[in-house]
Structure formats: C-alpha cells, structure tokens
C-alpha cells in the first residue's frame, strides 16, 4: 500500500503560495465568516487507510457537494425516472442561471447546477416524510459519523438571501416540475447546503462511488453498480460548474466542489481525496484545492484515465 502521506505534504508546499489569490464566497453572508487561510486535505483508500495534513479535520460548510449525497438517495429511491425530470448535460453557464432554465423549459440541464438540484430536493420530499432528517441520516450513514449537523445560520443566511434561487424554485414550479410547496423546497435546499463536515468525513462518505455503490466497511449497499457508475460519470462531466472540462482535462477524477471551498474526488476500485481551502476561483471552485488535486494525479500517476 502506497503512503501517500509525503505527497500530501509536498503538495501542501506547492499550493501553500496560492492562499490569498482568491476570494471567499460572500453572496451568502454567513460564508464570509471563515478564516480564508485554511487548507486541509483527506485522502482514504478502499481499503481503510487514511492520510490527513493540514485543517482536515476542521468542519466546514460543505455547500454544492451536498448535491451528491441528495442525488444518490434521489437516484436510490426513484431509479431511471429521475431522469424525466432533470438532465445530464453539462451546463456550460453559471450554475443559478435563469436564462438557460427559461430556454429548456424548466428541466434543468443537469442534477447539479441550483435548479436541477432542487428538483431532486423536490423528489426527496415527495418521498421522505421528514426530509432534513432523512438528509441527515443518509450522510451519517455514508461517513459513519453521527454527529454530522446542519449550520442553522448558515441555512438561515442562505435562506434570507437567496433571491436568485427562489426565482429558479418559483419558476421551475409554474412548469410544474416542482411538486411541493416553494418555500419548503428552498428550505430543504439551504439546509443540505449547509450542512458541515471535514475533509476526512467527506473522503469517507464519498467511498461507496468509489466501490461500485457499497460503503467499505459495513458492506452496505446504496447504489447498483451502474447507478455508481452514473452517478461518477455525472459528476466528472457536470461537477465543477462551468470549468467540469478543464478539471476532467488538469485533473481527471470525477468530483464536486462546492462555494464553501471543499471538493471531493474519487479514484474507483482505490480511493476518495476531499482538499478544503476556502478562496475560490472566478467559476466558484476552490483556487488551491483545484491545483491540489491536479498536483496529485500529477505527482502519483494515478487518475481514471
Ligand atoms: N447554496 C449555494 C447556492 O445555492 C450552493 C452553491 C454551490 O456550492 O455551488 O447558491
């Protein structure tokens, strides 16, 4: 088994000059509330080891990769039909816009830009009697943590904020492809987004995509084999807003990041590699965390491809 612990540190070096290049996401106010500073990462393999440096243990708003976790349980419950209702095309735009929802008629154009992930929240509600709950157990079921929480000021933050994302629910809902109430889709919504977690939590709940749709160490499955591999395959073509072509291309693991500075990435049949480091880029991806994990199938040799 490889000790990928020295790489980590290697690459901890190399992006270290980085920090301060980018910004912190501050459209949603409570974001703006974190140490700019901090870079973590968690690598875990199949097989149980992991590898930590840095903040990788300090919780923090995991924002859009909540989308995986709502998805996969989405995906679970409902199989093939979810795709009546939400695409699987890169979007190429922003990931709140408004004109390509208007231009497609209200089916979103793939489940993680902010309208196609609120369509699947609309389905966890139609399906779940206590949704935030039934969110909450899945991601303590994949990480094995009990204590995973949502941040109630960031959701409320988000909540009192997120004019642009009530205009997408609002409008996806006058083409009927949202079912339940508006405000309470929003509310779902704001809160997945805010839940917390760190990178090792997020490395190990990622695990199961990397083990054909079971979790390692219970033998648990949640997903079917093709199922894992969609959902992998959504994630490397529609993960990173609008830069997914270029993090396949200097990266080459599928993943998702999220405006709280996290993203997470999978290796199948080896490993899960979650890097935090708050300031991002102009498409909302974490500057450092992108050249961290390029840095890493750089340095290892090691990618899907
Ligand atoms: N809660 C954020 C929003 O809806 C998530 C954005 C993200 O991480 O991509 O705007």
Same mark, same amino acid.
């Given at each position: 088994?490889?000790?990928?612990?020295?790489?980590?540190?290697?690459?901890?070096?190399?992006?270290?000059?980085?920090?301060?290049?980018?910004?912190?996401?501050?459209?949603?106010?409570?974001?703006?509330n974190v140490d700019s500073r901090r870079f973590g990462m968690a690598l875990v393999t199949l097989d149980g080891e992991a590898f930590v440096i840095g903040d990788a243990d300090e919780r923090f708003s995991i924002q859009s990769i909540s989308k995986v976790f709502t998805l996969a349980l989405a995906f679970a419950k409902l199989g093939e039909d979810l795709w009546k209702?939400? *695409?699987?095309? +890169? #979007? %190429? &735009?922003?990931?709140?816009?408004?004109?390509?929802?208007?231009?497609?008629?209200?089916?979103?154009?793939?489940?993680?830009?902010?309208?196609?992930?609120?369509?699947?929240?609309d389905v966890l509600i139609s399906n779940f009697d206590h949704p935030k709950a039934a969110i909450l157990d899945f991601v303590r079921q994949l990480s094995g943590i009990d204590d995973v929480y949502y941040d109630y000021d960031i959701a409320r933050s988000e909540r009192e904020t997120g004019f642009v994302n009530a205009a997408l629910a609002n409008y996806l809902k006058s083409l009927g492809n949202i079912e339940n109430n508006v405000e309470t889709v929003l509310d779902v919504y704001c809160h997945q987004c805010a839940i917390k977690m760190s990178c090792r939590e997020l490395a190990q709940s990622f695990l199961f995509l990397a083990n054909h *749709?079971?979790? +390692? #160490? %219970? &033998?648990?499955?949640?997903?079917?084999?093709?199922?894992?591999?969609?959902?992998?395959?959504?994630?490397?073509?529609?993960?990173?807003?609008?830069?997914?072509?270029?993090f396949a291309f200097r990266v080459g693991m599928p993943g998702k990041s999220g405006v709280g500075?996290?993203?997470?990435?999978?290796?199948?049949?080896?490993?899960?590699?979650?890097?935090?480091?708050?300031?991002?880029?102009?498409?909302?991806?974490?500057?450092?965390?992108?050249?961290?994990l390029e840095l890493f199938t750089t340095k290892t040799g090691r990618s899907i491809f």
């Open positions: 088994m490889k000790n990928y612990l020295s790489i980590l540190q290697e690459i901890r070096e190399e992006v270290l000059p980085l920090l301060g290049r980018g910004k912190v996401a501050s459209y949603i106010p409570a974001l703006e209702r939400v *695409g699987l095309e +890169p #979007s %190429g &735009n922003p990931f709140n816009s408004l004109l390509q929802l208007e231009y497609e008629k209200g089916i979103p154009r793939n489940p993680f830009i902010n309208a196609g992930a609120m369509v699947i929240t *749709g079971i979790i +390692p #160490s %219970g &033998n648990t499955r949640i997903l079917t084999t093709s199922q894992a591999k969609r959902l992998n395959a959504i994630m490397l073509t529609c993960g990173f807003y609008d830069q997914a072509g270029e500075g996290g993203i997470v990435a999978v290796i199948p049949g080896e490993l899960a590699i979650a890097v935090w480091s708050p300031e991002l880029n102009e498409h909302g991806n974490s500057l450092a965390g992108i050249k961290a």
